[in-house]
């Protein structure tokens, strides 16, 4: 019985004959171009009796799980700024990662939502609200 041999061109990475690195290449770069018209998606922070539509973190802060709102306890306020009491990091008061909280309360967002990363945005209450 004779072998056929797979030709060079068919047997490039495993992929069907179609699917050449010129074809790849084509796909990827529409596709950026495509997804590049969507709106920006943000997650919404929970409603609370200030907000009771609640509101959303700004795409820049969160990536869909990274912020969340915390007790008042776990942010603490001192000469140098504020202090994330889970991580000991230090945010001073002009630092750009800080925002007016839109409700009133502590809302933080950190790398990966993890209670031990570094902070992204730190949403807290204006003065006097």
Known sequence: ????????KSAR????????????VWVVSCSGVL????PAVAHDATPTAA???GWSYPFSCCSGYDCREVP?????????G???EGTGEVLSYQDTRLKDSPDGEYHWCSVAG??????ICLFVPPKGF
């Open 1 to 8: 019985m004779p072998t056929i041999a797979a030709s060079p």
């Open 13 to 24: 990475a495993g992929l069907p004959r179609a699917w050449n690195p010129l074809v790849i």
């Open 35 to 38: 997804l590049d018209g969507l």
């Open 51 to 53: 907000k009771p539509n």
């Open 72 to 80: 008042q306890t776990s942010i603490g306020e001192r000469p140098e």
């Open 82 to 84: 504020y202090v994330i």
């Open 114 to 119: 993890a209670n031990n990363s570094r902070t």
